[in-house]
């Protein structure tokens, strides 16, 4: 572990803040569904983050980190007595103002996304949201990465045949 002194500690947070924020945004969207509980769910990301850089390994992997460090969090809101307070649902719209748009022509996909359960749900969104390696994703999940490739590769059957004759291409 390295010591880093508070002005150290602040420009890191910051560039984070600046590199990752859009993306640990979005990943909060996607769990938590609903745009205040995921604002929250972000800024407690960055404020554990804060808490633990020094913690942050010399060739670690940043994204992985403070993707782990925000899914932990979403868990935690999800289980939690006050996430289950109706909110209203987070828009499609929404998730990409957080981060790159997908080129879907309708919420088809999103929808099926949202639909699967949390258990594939997470890897999918780990992977094809946020582009995180399976051996990343089996790090911040807390599972090993046979199951990381199970889960998706059960999840792209789930959502192969829920998506099923939804996309066709022009011949």
């Known amino acids: 572990m390295r010591q880093l002194t508070t002005e ?5 947070l910051e560039r984070l803040m600046a590199d990752y924020g859009d993306q640990v945004m979005r990943t909060c969207l996607l769990f938590l569904q609903s745009r205040q509980p995921a604002e929250d769910a972000s800024q407690e990301t960055f404020i554990r983050a804060w808490r633990a850089l020094d913690q942050l390994r010399e060739g670690s992997t940043e994204k992985a980190w403070l993707m782990k460090i925000a899914v932990n969090v979403c868990k935690s809101a999800l289980r939690s007595r006050t ?11 929404e998730i990409h103002e ?3 748009a997908d080129r879907f022509p309708d919420n088809t996909v999103f929808d099926a996304v949202n639909a699967l359960p949390v258990k ?3 890897p999918v969104i780990l992977h094809y949201y946020q582009g995180l390696p399976v051996s990343d994703i089996a790090g911040i999940l807390h599972l090993p990465g046979t199951t990381v490739r199970t889960r998706l590769s ?7 045949n829920e998506l099923e004759g939804w996309y066709f291409e022009d011949e």
């Open 8 to 12: 150290q500690r602040e420009q890191t």
């Open 154 to 160: 059960r999840a792209r059957a789930l959502l192969r």
């Open 83 to 93: 996430r289950r307070i109706p909110d209203a649902k987070v828009s499609e719209d």
């Open 120 to 122: 594939y749900r997470s």
């Open 98 to 100: 957080a981060g790159a």
